[in-house]
C-alpha cells in the first residue's frame, strides 16, 4: 500500500503541502555501464539541480515538492533536475527530466526528449515497489515498457531497475527563524491496512541489474550411497568437480540486447543454462588439503561473447572476449578466479580476474564432497582490463558455486 506519513491529520486535511525531499536512482547499473563504456563512449550530464554520485554513479533529483493526501496515505513529489545520456559513436541524444514520484500509483514518471528532439510528457518510466513503514530508500523498481523503447533496447522492458529512494532533505533550523519548527512530514510511517493502490508487482531489488540464472540444477556433484566408504584422504587430488558462474548478468543482458545484438557461445565442456542464464565448467582437476585449508580447482570449458559486428577492425566484431582454462584457487576463504583471456584474438594467460570470498566451512569435506555456495567475486584491475574498463575494478559480479569431488566414490 501507500505510504502514510508521520503526524498525518485525518482526511479533513487531505493535499498537504510537502518540500525538500530528494529522488535517488540510478535507472539500471547495465544502462550506465553501456552509455559510459568502451563501445558507446558516451556521457551523462546532469543540470537544473540533479547530481550524479561519484561512486555508484547514481543520479540524485532535488527540491521535491508535492503533496500528502490524509485519506489515501500517498504522497504525489515532483523534482527539478534533467539528465543527459550521449554518444556520438552510437549517435544517440536522450534527456529525461520532470521526475514524478506518487506512492499510490506506484509509479515514476518523466519528460523524455528522443535523439530528434520531440518530448513526450509525464511518460511513466518506472513501477515502484510501495514503501513499508517509515522508510521509502532501497524501493525495488520495474521498468516500463516505454522506457525500454526510450533506452534503446527490448531488453530493457520488463527489466529490474535499480532500487529508488526518496528522502526528506534535513535543514538545520535556523535561531532566527520567526515561523517556527515546521509540522511537516519528514517520513513515512506505517501504512495504513486500507491502503492497496500500488500495483502488484515484483519486490526484488537491482543495483547489478537483474539477479543472475544459477544454472538450474545440478551444479554440483552429489554423494551417492554406492560410493566408498573409506575415509577420505585429508589431501590429494580431485577426482571431478564443476564450477557455475555468469559472470554478471546485466553484462550477458549487454551482450544479447541491442545495442551489441551479440551472441553468447559456451564449448569445450563449458554449458550455459537457458534463459541467458549462467555458465557450468566441468571436469575439474587439481588439488586439496583439508588441513591446511586450500583448494585448487581448474575447469574445461570455454565461453565467447561477440557483438558489435561492423564496428571493430575492418568491418569485423567490436567486441569478441572469450573467457577459457578457467582456475578458482582458495586459502581458507579466501582466493581468486584466473582464466585465459581472447579479447579481439590477443591472448593473455592466467589473468587474475576476480578476487574470491567464501563462506565459512566450505572447504570441510562431506560425504567426498566440498561445496562452495554463494562465493561472492570482485572484480580486480587486470580484469576490468580483460573487459576492456567496461566495469571498473571492485564491480561485485555474479556469484559463484562451485563442487569438487574428492574421490571417484563421490560422484
Known sequence: ??????????????????????????????????????????????????????????????????????????????FKGTLTAESSAHRFKRVLSDFQYDSGTGVL???????????RQDVPFAEVAAPTGADMTGLATKLTTQAGAFLGSDTYAGAAGDPLSVVKKEVPASP????????????????????????????????S?????????????????????????????????????????????????????????ASGGASQASGNGA?????????????????????????NFKGHKGEGKDGGYGLDLTLSGVEASFSGTSGRLTADVTSLGKLSKGVVLADLKAPA??????????SLSGVS????????????????????????NLSAALTDGAE
Not at 514518471?109 to 518530448?119: I, K, R, S
Not at 584422504?233 to 580431485?238: D, E, Q, R, S
Not at 575439474?284 to 586450500?294: E, I, M, R, V, W
Request: charged fraction near 10%; proline fraction near 8%.
Open 209 to 265: 541489474p537483474s539477479a543472475p540464472a544459477t544454472g538450474g540444477t545440478g551444479t554440483s556433484p552429489s554423494a551417492t550411497a554406492t560410493g566408498s566408504s573409506a575415509p577420505v584422504p585429508a589431501k590429494g587430488v580431485l577426482a571431478d568437480g564443476r564450477l557455475t558462474w555468469g559472470v554478471k548478468a546485466s553484462f550477458r543482458s549487454y551482450v544479447t540486447g541491442s545495442p551489441a545484438k551479440g551472441t553468447i557461445t
Open 1 to 78: 500500500g501507500a505510504a502514510a506519513l508521520a503526524g498525518a491529520p485525518g482526511a479533513a486535511a487531505a493535499d498537504r503541502p510537502l518540500s525538500g525531499y530528494e529522488l535517488t536512482w540510478g535507472i539500471k547499473d547495465s544502462y550506465r555501464s553501456y552509455v559510459t563504456g568502451p563501445y558507446a563512449k558516451g556521457t551523462f550530464t546532469t543540470a537544473d539541480g540533479a547530481v550524479r554520485a561519484s561512486g555508484d554513479g547514481a543520479f540524485t533529483f532535488t527540491e521535491g515538492q508535492g503533496t500528502y493526501n490524509g485519506t489515501t496515505h500517498a504522497v504525489h513529489l515532483t
Open 279 to 303: 555458465f557450468t565448467f566441468t571436469d575439474a582437476t587439481g588439488s586439496y588439503d583439508t588441513q591446511a585449508g586450500t583448494l585448487a580447482a581448474a575447469f574445461k570449458g570455454a565461453v
Open 176 to 207: 532566527s527563524s520567526s515561523t517556527g519548527p515546521s509540522t511537516e512530514p519528514s517520513s513515512p510511517s506505517s501504512p495504513p491496512a486500507s491502503a492497496s493502490s500500488s500495483p502488484t508487482q515484483s519486490t526484488g531489488t537491482s543495483p
Open 109 to 119: 514518471t518523466a519528460d523524455l526528449t528522443a535523439d530528434d528532439g520531440t518530448t
Open 361 to 370: 566451512g566450505g572447504l570441510t569435506p562431506k560425504d567426498g564432497v566440498l
Open 377 to 400: 567475486v570482485t572484480l580486480t584491475d587486470a580484469g576490468a582490463t580483460a573487459f576492456s574498463g567496461f566495469y571498473p575494478k571492485g564491480t561485485v559480479l555474479d556469484p559463484l
